[in-house]
């Protein structure tokens, strides 16, 4: 039996009644009302009004501390990590803009963004970024050699994935692999060595990403597919339910392995068991029909990053 292309298996999105508005910036927001117009844009050229992905890149890079640490982490490891874990977003929202400024205004989610709507020049952009990398060499000063190269292997994937979505399917396994890099970091600049089972609780991490993210794709499927990008989205079509929930499978087990390979206490596998039943909740209020959920779902997953840091504390700290 032929298998449907992605196109195939979403062309009837075409036929569905329009979208709610889906634009993910509001003229009536907290930077509006508080920052001093002329920083508005840059503002929300690093999301700070939608600080949801901030979240999703710092909450796993603090677990991995805690665990790293088998325990708490020191103050001044701690602050490096949550500003380079800031910082690193920015940059790579800067890039996705800056690469996506013709393209953003095609589209219902983005087509607000400060770039595409002139707001903020591109040559202004660019000097914005390069001031927050020179914040981030700063910051190499604080880590250990090791870990200064993992940096400096992490910037070419923060370049590179908002290219990606023109030429394959799966750009949200190298967002995944960028927004959880931290996690990797966190080992190497406590103990110096990456072991397997941190390697197992990061690869769960993308895992964790490629499903929300792709909850989260569903937003743009029409605008993606008449532009014609790409995205995991596209690639799932209407057997979204099925992918997603594959890769949520698979995050669950990565990280019950790796907190075995820790040797982590029973109550970590205690709050796993509970992102799990998170997971089958997102399940069953996902429809690929229904994209206006995708932003409630895709914010819920602040919980799963929540409890991720809860599991690592009960893990080491709390007693066998």
């Known amino acids: 039996m032929k298998q449907a292309s992605p196109q195939e298996d979403i062309r009837n999105t075409n036929d569905r009644p329009p979208v709610p508005d889906l634009a993910d910036m509001r003229p009536d927001d907290w930077v509006e009302r508080r920052l001093p117009r002329s ?35 020191t103050l001044w490891r701690l602050f490096i990590f949550c500003l380079g874990a800031f910082l690193m977003r920015g940059v790579g929202c800067c890039f996705n803009d800056i690469f996506d400024r013709d393209i953003d205004s095609k589209v219902e989610r983005t087509r607000f963004r400060p770039l595409t709507s002139g707001q903020l020049s591109l040559r202004n952009a660019l000097w914005f970024v390069f001031a927050q990398l020179c914040v981030c060499a700063l910051l190499l000063l604080a880590i250990n050699e090791y870990s200064r190269w993992m940096a400096v292997l992490l910037l070419p994937i923060v370049i590179i994935y908002p290219l990606c979505k023109r030429f394959t399917y799966w750009p949200q396994v190298v967002l995944g692999i960028a927004f959880n890099w931290g996690m990797l970091m966190a080992w190497s600049d406590t103990r110096d060595a990456i072991p397997l089972a941190a390697w197992a609780m990061w690869l769960g991490a993308v895992c964790w990403q490629v499903g929300y993210d792709s909850i989260y794709g569903y937003v743009d499927l029409r605008d993606d597919l008449k532009l014609g990008l790409h995205s995991t989205a596209m690639r799932f079509g209407e057997r979204g339910k099925q992918w997603i929930g594959g890769f949520y499978a698979a995050t669950v087990a990565l990280w019950a392995y790796a907190g075995w390979g820790m040797g982590l206490s029973w109550p970590y596998f205690v709050v796993i068991a509970a992102i799990a039943a998170h997971f089958i909740w997102q399940l069953s209020v996902f429809s690929v029909q229904r994209p206006d959920r995708s932003f409630m779902l895709f914010r819920s997953n602040m919980t799963v990053g929540v409890m991720m840091v809860v599991a690592a504390l009960a893990g080491t700290v709390l007693p066998l």
């Open 39 to 73: 920083w508005g844009p840059y503002a929300r050229l690093i999301r700070l009004d939608r600080p949801v992905g901030t979240w999703l890149t710092l909450l796993p890079t603090v677990a991995a501390l805690v665990q790293a640490a088998d325990g708490l982490p």
